[in-house]
Structures are given as structure tokens and as C-alpha cells.
């Protein structure tokens, strides 16, 4: 069974920064996947975010291009979202899986902008 486990969310203040990871386990390495970060605010269905693939090309919704920064660490079967320039856009919980969703969810990790 797969499991994934997101973490480094928090407060932050806008214009501040966060750094999420994520670790998967329950298979033998991420290499072979292209994953993904998705979020969802309150009220709002959950939204792609960032991709990686295996290259680690990356893709970014628009609303986060420059801002946000995805990297993966194969050896430690865990994906990384660094956020920087955060607004009370941003505020959502943070989840990881690939790029078609085909794990169960894990958590998340509750990002929360506010001065």
C-alpha cells in the first residue's frame, strides 16, 4: 500500500516562504513517476499545482510560475515544493501524488497565509 506523507506547512506571513516535502513509500523508488503537487483551499475543489517528471521538467499552474520550485530526491523516494513570495492565495492544504492522482491521498499539509 502506498503511503504518502506530506509536511512543512505552517503560517506564514505574505511575502514569506515554505518549504513542503513529501515521502512516498510502499513502492520501490518515485523515479519512474511523474508527480505532482495539488492543493485545495476551503470551499474550492483540489487543484494541480506543480508537476516533475522523471527528467524533472517541470510544469506550474500560472498563478505560482516563479514562485514555486518542485524537486524530487529519487534516493529518498520524496518530492520537495519550495514557496517563495507566498500570498493569501496560497493558503490551502497541500497534498503530493503523482500526476494522475493513482495513489490514495495522503494528509496533506496545511499552508496558511496571513499578516
Known amino acids: 500500500q502506498v503511503q504518502l506523507v506530506e509536511s512543512g506547512g505552517g503560517l506564514a506571513q505574505p511575502g514569506g516562504s515554505l518549504r513542503l516535502s513529501c515521502v512516498v513509500s510502499?513502492?520501490?523508488?518515485?523515479?519512474?513517476?511523474?508527480m505532482a503537487w495539488y492543493r485545495q483551499a476551503p470551499g474550492k475543489q483540489r487543484e494541480l499545482v506543480a508537476t516533475i517528471n522523471i527528467n524533472e521538467d517541470t510544469w506550474y499552474r500560472d498563478s505560482v510560475k516563479g514562485r514555486f520550485t518542485s524537486s524530487r530526491n529519487n534516493s529518498k523516494n520524496t518530492v520537495y515544493l519550495e514557496m517563495i513570495n507566498l500570498n493569501t492565495d496560497d493558503t490551502a492544504v497541500y497534498y503530493c501524488?503523482?500526476?494522475?492522482?493513482?495513489?490514495?491521498w495522503g494528509q496533506g499539509t496545511q499552508v496558511t497565509v496571513s499578516s
Open positions: 501524488n503523482t500526476n494522475a492522482a493513482e495513489w490514495p
Open positions: 510502499g513502492i520501490n523508488s518515485v523515479s519512474y513517476y511523474i
